[in-house]
């Protein structure tokens, strides 16, 4: 599975131990923490409506009216199955709310353990003209990742993709810019990499970049740079960094 080094150089990092953190990107902003595992059912209503009214991942307001509430109870959920990796189960549940544009409107990402408990690791909130993809597992080398990419809408359609890596104490955002830093090192001065011809080889966990002077304006290039890397524990490490002469 290759992905272009624009998606390789916006996944975040993700510094301290493993454990069960959510990432939250909604229309009123984003952020992260570490809320308590659920059952499915949970997830299964408005997020307005969660049993754990300190648990809101979107703006809810303290005291909804009436018509608040009725448009909350005509949410519809789909849970869509994504994969197993390892002993974990990860589903899509996508959101539908009551709205004008087409859906599904607000996706999490969630992971259950063999004692069924559910984490949820993402929110995403979808914006006008954006669409959030189906969350994939992609091999990466010889174990297996979590692939969630959105498009943010816009003029230009930018895609973002986050990487997941799942252990038994929780997940890890995965984290390429040593990958991209050791390639950038590896280029002559004066050359660039340009980000629209250059990909992540994921399944064969090489990095490809085709160089050029001033690469975002021109349209040839002069050359390449490979950096294998591996993944270990949820960090990744970048390996000797090659660059290929046209």
Known sequence: MAIRVALCAMLIVSAAPAQWKRYVQTLEGGGNDSPPPHDLRYFRVDPCLRGDKNDRVTKCGDEPSGADL???SKTRTNLRLVGKIGAFTIYDMEYLFDLDYP???MRSVLVETPR???HEIIVQEKVPNGTLFPSKILPAGRQRVLSVRFDSGGMHHDVAEDLFVVLPSGEVLLDLKPVIQAAREAVPRGMEIDPRSSYCDLKALVFRGTTGPDSMVSPWCEGHVEVP??????RVLAGKAAYYPQ
């Open 70 to 72: 009725e448009q909350r």
């Open 103 to 105: 859906g599904p409107h």
């Open 116 to 118: 069924h408990e559910v």
């Open 229 to 234: 890397f591996r993944i270990e524990h949820g």
